[in-house]
Antibody, heavy 117, light 109 residues
Framework: QVQLVQSGAEVKKPGASVKVSCKVS????????MHWVRQAPGKGLEWMGGFDPEDGETIYAQKFQGRVTMTEDTSTDTAYMELSSLRSEDTAVYYC??????????WGQGTLVTVSS | EIVLTQSPGTLSLSPGERATLSCRASQSVSSSYLAWYQQKPGQAPRLLIY???SRATGIPDRFSGSGSGTDFTLTISRLEPEDFAVYYCQQYGSSPPVTFGPGTKVDIK
């Protein structure tokens, strides 16, 4: 059974960066394809990007290209998502989720990122 | 880009009733890559159906998925009190690789 535990809520000023972590247990990170999905308050789910095992590369949604970086520390089985140049529209709950053959089977509990001056 | 449209936006039903949720894609989606999720307030989404019709582990058999091409359906045969939630469909495979529908809220009539 995979468990994903994310870091706590963050409050950031516009223009700053935020780095959210996602600790894996039950499996090793190398056995998983980790993705990130966000959800603005009262809105739907928005895919940000994730690891593509076919290519061995991380792919990003075009909307976030140049602003998001997803990394992994396999020594601690922790995935990270860093979003820069934050603006108010980035206020959302950010989820890590494991991708298995196209669908997301395990999800973290979510991390609320609030961008406010 | 494949756009997913879900209807209705809100479905008001009573416990015990049947719920039929629709997900329509702007282009054909491989059935292998169509999934459904349930989300309750303050919780992460939960995988219900993958491959258009396969139930995820631990999902009750009152949930069923069907469809192919551009039209997919999630059916809840008899609504239980815990089934009132928002439901999202999701496709994987076309650029962009992942898109979600806007969701259908099933609320208590």
């Amino acid at each position: 059974q995979v468990q994903l535990v994310q870091s706590g809520a963050e409050v950031k000023k516009p223009g700053a960066s935020v780095k959210v972590s996602c600790k894996v247990s039950g499996y090793t990170l190398t056995e998983l394809s980790m993705h990130w999905v966000r959800q603005a308050p009262g809105k739907g789910l928005e895919w940000m990007g994730g690891f593509d095992p076919e290519d061995g590369e991380t792919i990003y949604a075009q909307k976030f290209q140049g602003r998001v970086t997803m990394t992994e520390d396999t020594s601690t089985d922790t995935a990270y998502m860093e979003l820069s140049s934050l603006r108010s529209e980035d206020t959302a709950v950010y989820y890590c989720a494991t991708n298995a053959y196209g669908f997301f089977d395990y999800w973290g509990q979510g991390t609320l990122v609030t961008v406010s001056s | 880009e494949i756009v997913l449209t879900q209807s209705p936006g809100t479905l008001s039903l009573s416990p015990g009733e049947r719920a039929t949720l629709s997900c329509r894609a702007s282009q054909s989606v491989s059935s292998s890559y169509l999934a459904w999720y349930q989300q309750k307030p303050g919780q992460a989404p939960r995988l219900l159906i993958y491959g258009a019709s396969s139930r995820a582990t631990g999902i009750p058999d009152r949930f069923s998925g069907s469809g192919s091409g551009t039209d997919f359906t999630l059916t809840i045969s008899r609504l239980e009190p815990e089934d009132f939630a928002v439901y999202y469909c999701q496709q994987y495979g076309s650029s962009p690789p992942v898109t979600f529908g806007p969701g259908t809220k099933v609320d208590i009539k």
